[in-house]
Structure formats: C-alpha cells, structure tokens
C-alpha cells in the first residue's frame, strides 16, 4: 500500500504480487485537461487567427450570415 502511496509523476509504475493472480504492474496516468485557451496560446497560427478575427469584431467589419447570403457575389 505504501507503494502505491508513492507514487507521483516521476515514479509512476509500480509492481505487486497478489497471491494467486501474480505479478500485477499499475501505472499512473497523468490526467491532462487541455482548455481551448491553452490550445490557442501554444499554437502560433491560431493565436494570430484568433487576434485577427477579434481585432475585425473591434473595428465592426463584420458581416452577418444573412446579409452574406443576400451578397450576390457569393
């Protein structure tokens, strides 16, 4: 049990025998949660996208979706 106590990121593997099942290896997993923001921030390219396209909400260059399908350019 003390083993199993131990173990962290750095000691994440651990064997144990039980009696009539034999050797058991357990490993801890560590549980990573990425949130959308960390993804964003780690990644140069949607960093610059996100910064562009909130950068033309400011300015208000938006087009909405209905005056888009009205375009008759499109």
């Known amino acids: 049990m003390e083993q199993l106590s131990n173990m962290n990121k750095?000691?994440?593997?651990c064997q144990v025998?039980?009696?009539?099942?034999?050797?058991?290896?357990?490993?801890?997993?560590d549980e990573t949660?990425?949130?959308?923001?960390?993804i964003i921030h780690s990644n140069k390219y949607l960093k610059q996208i996100v910064?562009?396209?909130t950068g033309v909400e400011k300015e208000g260059r938006e087009i909405s979706s209905a005056d888009l399908?009205?375009?008759p350019f499109f």
Request: hydrophobic share 40%; glycine share 6%.
């Open 69 to 71: 399908m009205r375009n």
């Open 51 to 53: 910064a562009e396209s």
């Open 33 to 38: 949660i990425y949130s959308p923001t960390s």
């Open 10 to 13: 750095d000691n994440s593997v």
């Open 17 to 29: 025998f039980i009696l009539g099942k034999g050797n058991i290896t357990i490993v801890l997993q």
